[in-house]
């Protein structure tokens, strides 16, 4: 039995009972990930089946390139991960809201960090005019933060116009996290937990930190105004090579 799309010849096997072998490679990978875990601590997956504890939340972007756990040297367990197209929080975004509340009232996470990274598909394309379909609404967005901050991006040649929208949308989007009312409930409460702006470089393997961590909702106009100023002035961190890195969503 084949699907109606099936085309004879093609490398795509859609028919019942039969398995794709870009996949097969996929699951020897996995059973030889697993094996190696063993070998190298025999509890290990023991351990992680019996307790979640991780002191972070990481909200990154989608992009493939950029995973929570390798970057930052921690291991699965050690960091709870949401991830969507250029990293960002939206206050009508149930599925991150809900991420957040649950890695705040549950887990107890006393760091969340929102990581973005330099040659951002979804940050380039809200720099651009062009329609892309159903996607413009998310990307509307960071063009929000493109206007906003207009008189900082005026003038920039097109690369460092880029880098420069990664870095402000980072800042914004932690500041929207600090102002949900998830965040402003757990700092209401006296829980601790602070929220930070990352950005990773692909080039160079680097995380820079934009701004100090937010812990209370006092602060969080001076410290994010404060790193959209560093940012404006060009005193924010730039990654070791000024090559763009071009990626797609």
Not at 94 to 105: E, G
Not at 194 to 203: D, K, L, P, Q, S
Request: net charge negative.
């Amino acid at each position: 039995m084949r699907c109606p799309g099936h085309v004879p010849g093609g490398n795509v096997a859609c028919g019942v009972g039969e398995r794709m072998p870009d996949l097969d490679a996929l699951l020897k990978n996995n059973r030889e990930w697993a094996r190696r875990m063993v070998e190298q601590d025999p509890l290990f997956f023991r351990r992680l089946a019996e307790l979640q504890t991780p002191e972070y939340l990481w909200i990154g972007c989608s992009d493939s390139r950029v995973p929570a756990n390798q970057i930052t040297g921690l291991l699965p367990g050690e960091v709870f991960v949401h991830r969507n197209v250029a990293n960002l929080v939206v206050r009508s975004d149930l599925n991150c809201l809900a991420v957040v509340q649950y890695a705040v009232d549950v887990l107890h996470v006393k760091h969340i960090i929102v990581c973005g990274h330099y040659g951002c598909g979804g940050v380039r394309a809200a720099l651009g005019d062009r329609r892309l379909g159903l996607i413009d609404n998310w990307l509307g967005h960071i063009a929000s933060v493109r206007d906003r901050h207009a008189g900082v991006l005026e003038g920039l040649p097109d690369v460092q116009r880029w880098r420069r929208l990664c870095e402000l949308n980072v800042v914004e989007q932690a500041r929207h996290l600090c102002l949900s009312s998830v965040v402003q409930d757990v700092w209401a409460r006296g829980q601790t937990v602070a929220v930070h702006a990352w950005i990773y470089g692909v080039e160079d393997g680097l995380i820079r930190d934009l701004a100090p961590g937010v812990k209370a909702a006092d602060d969080v106009a001076d410290i994010c105004d404060a790193a959209i100023a560093r940012i404006a002035a060009d005193e924010g961190p730039r990654p070791a090579s000024a090559r763009a890195t071009d990626s797609a969503f």
